[in-house]
């Protein structure tokens, strides 16, 4: 699977729009990208995932760019219950590959 | 999406015994992983756990320290033999949906002392 790079933090107000930025430069054509986040000692939380195609759904917006070299997670209205760890997968599609988390992005959402 | 629960949520157990966490799934699924996280690391895959086949163990893991069962497409287990305080970390399945989204568990809290 290829690797990805992201921020090990980032701050956002709560109420604002949170923007997680991913690259991931060696993704293969078959490979999507998965958002996984972590809130303090719980299991990881599945997000979103996308091909190339932008993605909306009622928890976040996930956006491809055009060479699928990186993406962006963004969390629209954030909240103090939005503080996590997010990870930014890459794997194969279908044939029920496994994930291989790296060290992700620590959002801290502050009143 | 998939419900999955853990038992026990949290052990304290002493070093040289074992420890084997539950994992069961509300729906029927054909893959099952098992993953560590040791304090303040990211997620490591264990094993890939198939109903009927013996279990699949990433490089690190071995059986004897980490058995496994699948004895049907809800439940599996896995032990942690023969502990050591190097053993502390928080253990979590997770299931495969449609061969396209994983879904974890909650996780099990696992200190030894």
């Known amino acids: 699977d290829a690797k990805t790079t992201q921020p090990p933090s980032m701050d956002c107000a709560e109420g604002r729009a949170a923007n997680l930025p991913c690259n991931h430069s060696t993704i293969s054509g078959n490979e999507y990208v998965y958002w996984y986040r972590q809130i303090h000692s719980q299991g990881p939380q599945y997000i979103i995932h996308?091909?190339?195609n932008n993605e909306t759904n009622e928890m976040a917006s996930l956006i491809i760019t055009e060479d699928r070299k990186s993406s962006t997670l963004i969390l629209p209205h954030a909240t103090l219950r939005d503080t996590a760890v997010y990870y930014c997968?890459?794997?194969?599609?279908?044939?029920?590959?496994?994930?291989?988390f790296g060290k992700g992005t620590m959002l801290l959402v502050s009143p | 999406s998939a419900v999955i629960s853990q038992k026990p949520s949290r052990d304290i157990c002493q070093r040289g015994t074992s420890l084997t966490i539950q994992c069961q799934v509300d729906s029927q699924v054909t893959m099952m992983f098992w993953y560590r996280q040791q304090p303040g690391q990211s997620l490591t895959l264990i094993a890939t756990a198939n109903q009927g086949s013996e279990a699949t163990y990433e490089s690190g893991f071995v059986i004897d320290k980490f058995p496994i069962s699948r004895p049907n497409l809800t439940f599996s287990t896995l032990t942690v033999s023969n502990m050591s305080p190097e053993d502390s970390s928080i253990y979590l399945c997770s299931v495969e949906l449609s061969g396209e989204t994983q879904y974890f568990g909650p996780g099990t809290r696992l200190l030894v002392l």
């Open positions: 997968i890459v794997r194969v599609a279908g044939g029920y590959s496994t994930l291989t």
């Open positions: 996308g091909l190339k």
